[in-house]
């Protein structure tokens, strides 16, 4: 069953809310404990997001821009520029070898005996004997989130994922947490693992794009249907999510790509 969502629950510390608050947070705590934050490389491009007001030293990120090339016919170009994200980089080991790109990501256990575990078996207890058991549990309970890692590191180039398992010091207690083992994966690899096909993934943009730019020129919502194998598209006024505004106007129905 998935974590209760009900007034009643709202504020609990297992609600859907509070647990993505807590997953958001122990991720970014996460990539400042995994790095040496003395020791920097600095990309080609800096931090977009980064402004001179900020008080607080930002996670540990680098974005590299990409290029690919969508094209389907040998004479046929379709770039399309990517910014991906990396968290951290393992030094070269010789003067003539680059040094390698990490990408860091966090599964969390708030508590294996509430609703909304998913059947997960105890990390303390199951980690070091069992590990399987609980990575499978994790590729059924959150295939989506990390079939997401794996395509994210692939785009970016990174040489490694670095996947920190993080617990509850106390399950009634979510403002406290330890880290119990890491896990170093190559991203092809998990990939493989997970069954994602990045040629199948590479084809649903290709598609998306053309509709896209099928369309005048405007702002549009692209958006899932969250029952059916659907995503619509939707003109919306250049204005959107400023000011409340009419409901957008459907202009174009596919099915998506499984």
Not at 110 to 124: E, L, T, V, Y
Not at 230 to 248: D, G, H, K
Request: hydrophobic share 35%; charged share 25%.
């Amino acid at each position: 069953d998935p974590p209760l969502d009900n007034d009643k629950e709202k504020d609990s510390i297992n609600s859907p809310g509070s647990l993505s608050l807590e997953a958001t947070f122990v991720d970014q705590l996460f990539s400042f404990q995994a790095v040496k934050e003395n020791t920097v490389l600095r990309l080609q491009n800096s931090n977009p997001f980064a402004s001179p007001d900020d008080t607080e030293p930002l996670a540990s990120c680098g974005y590299r821009y990409r290029l690919f090339d969508l094209g389907v016919e040998e004479d046929e170009t379709f770039p399309l520029v990517v910014r991906t994200q990396l968290e951290a980089y393992i030094p070269a080991a010789s003067i003539k070898s680059p040094p390698q790109y990490v990408t860091l990501r966090t599964l969390n256990e708030f508590d294996s005996k509430a609703q909304g575990a998913g059947g997960a078996p105890d990390w303390r207890s199951k980690l070091d004997s069992q590990r399987g058991a609980v990575v499978a549990t994790e590729m059924k309970n959150n295939s989506f989130k990390l079939s997401k890692w794996a395509i994210q590191s692939i785009l970016a180039g990174a040489d490694v994922m670095k996947i920190g398992y993080v617990s509850r010091m106390n399950p009634r207690d979510s403002s406290r947490h330890t880290t119990l083992t890491t896990a170093t994966l190559r991203p092809t690899d998990f990939a493989t693992q997970l069954n994602v096909s990045l040629s199948n993934g590479w084809g649903i943009i290709r598609m998306i794009s053309d509709m896209c730019l099928k369309q005048p020129e405007g702002k549009y919502l692209l958006i899932k249907d969250p029952n059916k194998s659907v995503i619509r598209l939707y003109a919306i006024p250049s204005a959107s999510f400023t000011a409340a505004e009419e409901e957008p106007e459907v202009i174009e129905e596919e099915e998506a790509a499984e």
